[in-house]
């Protein structure tokens, strides 16, 4: 049974589309996170969500949208995908916001062509 | 100057050996450090967690903290080839967390 699962893990599209990937965590957390890892492996935070309320929104291009319906839940959606864009991306959760565990997804590699 | 340093390897030793992957930062008011380890085209898992200065074990892994020298350790022994992963050392004050690039290791039988 998935903690936190996201979907679609591989992602190949043309520049200019516009994509969603979705998150989905079953601990019962409050805190959702999405993450962005290049190719060096550094994991750098997008956005963060406290009972579907936005608390961090790091500087990324706002063609990087995240939504969160409920708690349970928290996508991503990329207008005009550039190719600078392609890297794994991924969404985690933590208990509550401040806590020192998060818990992270699978991974979704999207590849911009 | 980055948060939070770690070398990112390659690191390569014989199966048993002992591993050391270690940490600086910078920024002193840092209270929660963790390690995380990250198989190939997988998510980052949380192998252990420590507060503060100290050790942690936790079977074969062990974390230190010497919050004085702004330094962290995560020491396997009998290192496995299941061993042979990523591991990203995190920090965290509030609600921000800052990741270490992460240290590739392989264990070769």
Redesign the interface.
């Known amino acids: 049974d998935t903690a936190v699962s996201q979907t679609p893990k591989y992602l190949v599209t043309q520049m200019g589309n516009d994509k969603s990937i979705k998150c989905e965590q079953n601990l019962g957390h409050d805190t959702m996170y999405w993450y962005k890892q290049d190719s060096k492996k550094f994991l750098k935070i997008m956005f963060s969500y406290n009972n579907k309320e936005l608390i961090i929104n790091e500087t990324v291009p706002n063609r990087f949208s995240p939504k969160s319906p409920d708690k349970a839940h928290l996508n991503l959606h990329i207008n005009s995908l550039e190719l600078g864009d392609s890297a794994v991306y991924f969404c985690a959760s933590s208990p509550q916001k401040g806590a020192h565990t998060i818990y992270f997804g699978e991974g979704s590699w999207l590849t911009v062509v | 100057q980055k948060e939070v340093e770690q070398d ?1 390897g390659p690191l390569s030793v014989p199966e048993g050996a002992i591993v050391s992957l270690n940490c600086t930062y910078s920024n002193s008011a840092f ?2 450090f ?1 390690w ?1 380890r ?1 198989y190939s ?6 192998l252990m ?1 420590t ?1 503060s200065s100290g050790n942690k074990e936790d079977g074969r892994f062990t974390a230190q903290v010497d919050k004085s020298s702004k330094y962290i350790s995560l020491f396997i022994r009998d290192s496995q080839p299941s061993d042979s992963a ?1 591991y ?1 050392c ?1 920090m ?1 004050e ?4 800052y ?1 270490g ?2 240290t ?1 290791l392989t264990v070769i039988p």
């Open positions: 990112p209270q929660y963790m995380y990250q085209r997988k998510g980052p898992e949380l967690y507060y990523t990203l995190a965290s509030g609600n921000q967390f990741f690039t992460g590739s």
